[in-house]
């Protein structure tokens, strides 16, 4: 139960204690919540029948899977966390571009987490004891939650790990229950309240509920996926191991929430709204078992991507401890929270969001990865920590701290994805390439690949070559 000391520091050995299990059980207990288990919801809200619905879920997590899940073995070899690991292509500056790509992925999913299983909880305790749910009562919901939520993340790994595995077991009984307590109105057929397809056809509709629900899961961990690995051993665990922990641990973790929200959507008639109707239709027994999980759930979750912001920002700013990051990104999480409760519609917020967030996340994480297989995964620990120790040089220095082609072929490909997404308030001018349907995130991702391959192949090779080296010096004097 001690605070956790370390921020975005290298991982020695020696604590490096976790396997592949526990990186199942985090990526499984922390993710069976409320704010993930409503994304499944979106589907069904976009006009989709049943079986739609759940093709475009396993289409979009099988894609996103295969494509975020290599991103592990970074910091399985590295022993930090992914932004400062990218490090290596962006140069140990211009890794702050995946920092704030993080930053902004954590924040927004914790707000949604809080978000959503507050409205949960207040509409259960409205049931059972009459509290009106006013501005007040949300005040005060919110305002536990995120108390609740900032306490497992300032105490850290260790804690949030014990908290994942507990929340693994008793989550998927409290789901289990909930499917028999809705199965009763469950409905396989579109909801009529949706309106019919949201974008007037089958085919761009179903695409939309594929990145929107499907794909979007697995971007969301592409820089949280290192804050678990970086304390797993390469020694003691080998990266085969490693790689299918988080296959399984991302499909479980997504899948099983995410079709319970699906589920639970058409038995409820969810087809505007989501925690009113979840709330409303469940029968008076289920109510204090969904008051559980809408609480510990949300806590689980929204403590892990809180801990990840606390690292990011701590990469950010240096100087800050983790525990003071993690303390102020819990505040303007929880603003953003009021901010989307008054202001926008749950639908409309969630799809712009996701949508948005992948379009930038993309490139930065088809980089990584063309970095990582170019090196062949070996790293020097010691150079990506040199803006942490507010230090100069190593051989990720590259030009004054940034890879500047590597930061152009990001901003390239995710100028390309903003330029081409589909957003409920926005459409990109680059769709009427597409025929009107969103590949944002193909786009984004292809266009910086190839922009990073094109700009930067002789110093990468240099780069791999100047490591390789290092890590054989390493050995020989060992």
Do not use: K
């Not at 292509?89 to 299983?117: D, E, H």
Request: aromatic letters at 10%; one cysteine or more.
């Amino acid at each position: 139960m001690r605070v956790e000391q370390r921020g975005v520091d290298t991982i020695p050995e020696a604590e490096r204690t976790s396997g592949p299990r526990d990186l199942v059980s985090i990526l499984l207990g922390s993710n069976l919540c409320l704010g993930v288990i409503v994304f499944g919801w979106l589907p069904p809200s976009f006009g989709l029948d049943w079986w739609a619905s759940v093709s475009s879920i396993l289409v979009g997590t099988a894609v996103g899977t295969a494509l975020t899940a290599p991103l592990a073995l970074i910091s399985l070899r590295t022993a930090t966390n992914l932004s400062t690991s990218s490090g290596a292509q962006f140069g140990v500056r211009g890794r702050l571009v995946g920092s704030v790509v993080g930053l902004l992925l954590a924040l927004g999913y914790t707000a949604l987490t809080v978000w959503i299983g507050g409205d949960v909880m207040l509409g259960v305790l409205t049931r059972l004891f009459g509290i009106p749910a006013n501005d007040l009562s949300y005040g005060v919901v919110y305002g536990l939650l995120a108390a609740a939520t900032v306490a497992g993340a300032v105490y850290g790994y260790r804690v949030l790990l014990a908290m994942s595995r507990v929340l693994a077991v008793g989550m998927t009984a409290l789901l289990l229950l909930g499917v028999f307590a809705y199965a009763p109105d469950f409905t396989t057929s579109a909801l009529p309240e949706a309106g019919g397809y949201l974008l007037g056809g089958f085919w761009p509709t179903w695409l939309l509920a594929t990145v929107a629900a499907g794909l979007s899961g697995p971007i969301a961990f592409i820089t949280l996926l290192g804050d678990y690995t970086r304390y797993i051993s390469p020694a003691r665990h080998s990266s085969r191991r490693v790689l299918h922990a988080t296959w399984l641990g991302l499909a479980l973790g997504l899948l099983v929430p995410q079709l319970f929200g699906t589920f639970t959507a058409y038995a409820a008639r969810a087809a505007l709204d989501y925690a009113g109707p979840l709330v409303d239709a469940a029968p008076t027994w289920y109510l204090l078992p969904l008051l559980l999980a809408a609480s510990a759930g949300s806590v689980g979750n929204a403590g892990l991507m809180l801990y990840s912001m606390g690292l990011d920002l701590d990469a950010i700013l240096p100087r800050a401890s983790r525990a003071t990051a993690t303390c102020t990104v819990a505040v303007v999480a929880t603003v953003c929270v009021f901010v989307g409760h008054y202001a926008s519609t749950a639908q409309d917020a969630m799809t712009s969001f996701v949508l948005l967030l992948t379009a930038i996340g993309t490139p930065w994480a088809v980089i990584t990865l063309i970095g990582f297989a170019r090196c062949r995964g070996v790293y020097d620990p010691e150079a990506l920590q040199v803006f942490n120790r507010r230090s100069r040089g190593g051989i990720y220095w590259y030009r004054g701290g940034w890879n500047l082609p590597a930061t152009v072929s990001w901003a390239l490909g995710a100028t390309v994805g903003v330029l081409s997404v589909a957003l409920p308030s926005y459409e990109g001018p680059l769709l009427s390439l597409t025929g009107g349907v969103d590949f944002s995130f193909v786009l984004s991702g292809l266009v910086g690949g190839v922009a990073y391959v094109l700009g930067t192949g002789r110093e990468n090779t240099r780069a791999a070559t100047d490591t390789e080296s290092t890590a054989a010096l390493a050995d020989s004097e060992v």
